[in-house]
């Protein structure tokens, strides 16, 4: 079965930068793309950027242009989002989804667990 | 850039109510909208995609409709296990957008 796994909380103080880890299996890892989302304390869902795990392309969205990094590792096939210059507005559960866009995001059919960063001084 | 708006941003109903959500975008996305349920905690579940296709294990009771700018996601008979957060998500552009969210509380 198709399964995403996300790595743990993390607590960051302002300035900071945190890389959260995404692990899928049941599926083959270079047929789909990773879309990132997130979610702050009480608010809707935010759409952060997604990346071909087939060929690396990649597209963020434009307000985190700049701070946000996604990568894949195909030998592991695991995926990561890594986010600079963290704010206290940057505190939220980030998910990473697989998604069904090859060229582009698409949408979004098996979801990790989520994983909460605290921005926090 | 798209705008997504969704209607109501919170619905009180009771078990067997037919519900209806709206979800309107800013200019023309054909088909491209996909509705997702979440509840407190979890990670949201996709239950429809281009506009009007059930995902796989979806119960049949969720419906989606409309193209161009106008949606609805329509839950025909509501049940306990239905009451949650619903968003549309529009993936026409190259930057997907979610809508609002919708509330479907008990009445």
């Known amino acids: 079965q198709v399964q995403l796994v996300q790595s743990g909380a993390e607590v960051k103080k302002p300035g900071a930068s945190v890389k959260v880890s995404c692990k899928a299996s049941g599926y083959t890892f270079t047929s789909y793309g990773i879309s990132w989302v997130r979610q702050a304390p009480g608010q809707g869902l935010e759409w952060m950027g997604w990346?071909?795990?087939?060929?690396?392309?990649?597209n963020y969205a434009q307000k985190l242009q700049g701070r946000v990094t996604m990568t894949t590792d195909t030998s592991t096939s695991t995926a990561y989002m890594e986010l600079r210059s963290l704010r206290s507005d940057d505190t939220a559960v980030y998910y990473c989804?697989?998604?069904?866009?090859?060229?582009?995001?698409?949408?979004?059919?098996?979801w990790g667990q989520g994983t909460l960063v605290t921005v926090s001084s | 850039d798209i705008q997504m708006t969704q209607s109501p941003s919170t619905l009180s109903a009771s078990v067997g109510d037919r519900v209806t959500i709206t979800c309107r975008a800013s200019q023309s996305i054909s088909s491209w909208l996909a509705w997702y349920q979440q509840k407190p905690g979890k990670a949201p579940k996709l239950l429809i995609y281009k506009a009007s296709s059930l995902e796989s294990g979806v119960p049949s009771r969720f419906s989606g409709s409309g193209s161009g700018t106008e949606f609805t996601l329509t839950i025909s008979s509501l049940q306990p296990d239905d009451f949650a957060t619903y968003y549309c998500?529009?993936?026409?552009?190259?930057?997907?957008?979610f809508g609002g969210g919708t509330k479907v509380e008990i009445k």
């Open positions: 989804a697989r998604d069904s866009g090859i060229a582009v995001a698409g949408t979004f059919d098996y």
């Open positions: 990346i071909s795990a087939y060929n690396g392309n990649t």
């Open positions: 998500q529009q993936y026409n552009s190259y930057s997907p957008l």
